[in-house]
């Protein structure tokens, strides 16, 4: 969906280096979220924002920051990536209601070597 | 380390049949519930959804059953194509303090032939 962006949409970096990935919506929406996903699992919640003040841990936190520098702009850092970090990001947004959708960006494809 | 390597639920169709792609969960307070496709490389696209007071709801070609005694929800896909082939996952949200939030299933594999 091009109202969702992602950057970069690969990367490839190695162990103990500080990773960045980048998010942007076009949608108006306050909700934001960053998910990952690894093989055979579903998408598991990292961190969560409902406005530009307000940030959420998820479920899988550990090792991971984010920065919501505005409405439209929301990145996921890894301070110190690991191989375990190997996976697929998504970052989504969504309207204020609770039975809103969430819309999903392409993905950022991170392998830690 | 993590698991890898989890064999997701397949289901193999034939071009033209009707398919069916059902998931358990397991909170009793969820309220609303989504469908999601998911295609090689590409985020999850929404399909449909359905409240926690309705038990069927009906999109083009598709329709979501919801059981709430069992805790269990069902897409039904009509007529389906190969465009269809995808992983479909199912997303519960149970409201309260996980207002807004959303927990997926494991996915499901789905291939059509022609």
């Known amino acids: 969906d091009a109202d969702v962006t992602q950057t970069p949409r690969n990367r490839i970096t190695k162990t103990g280096k500080r990773i960045m990935l980048e998010c942007s919506q076009t949608?108006?929406?306050?909700?934001m979220y960053w998910y990952r996903q690894d093989p055979g699992l579903g998408l598991r919640l990292i961190y969560y924002?409902?406005?530009?003040?307000?940030?959420n841990k998820g479920e899988i936190s550990d090792g991971y920051s984010v920065s919501r520098q505005a409405q439209a702009k929301f990145s996921l850092s890894l301070e110190s990536a690991i191989p375990n970090q190997t996976a697929l990001y998504f970052c989504?947004?969504?309207?204020?209601?609770?039975?809103?959708?969430?819309?999903f960006g392409p993905g950022t494809r991170l392998t830690v070597l | 380390g993590e698991s890898v390597g989890l064999h997701l639920p397949t289901l193999s169709v034939q071009e033209g049949d009707n398919s069916i792609i059902n998931c358990a969960y397991s909170?009793?307070?969820?309220?609303?519930f989504i469908w999601y496709k998911q295609e090689s490389g590409k985020g999850p696209q929404f399909i449909i959804d359905i409240r926690s007071n309705m038990d069927k709801r009906q999109g083009q070609r598709v329709t979501v059953l919801l059981n709430k005694t069992v805790k269990h929800l069902s897409l039904q896909i009509a007529a389906t194509q190969p465009g269809d082939s995808a992983v479909y996952f199912c997303a519960e949200n149970a409201g309260g303090t996980s207002y807004g939030k959303l927990t997926f299933g494991q996915g499901t594999i789905l291939t059509v032939h022609p």
């Open positions: 924002s409902f406005d530009v003040k307000d940030i």
């Open positions: 989504a947004t969504a309207g204020p209601a609770v039975d809103n959708e969430q819309f």
């Open positions: 909170n009793s307070a969820s309220d609303y």
């Open positions: 949608k108006g929406h306050d909700r």
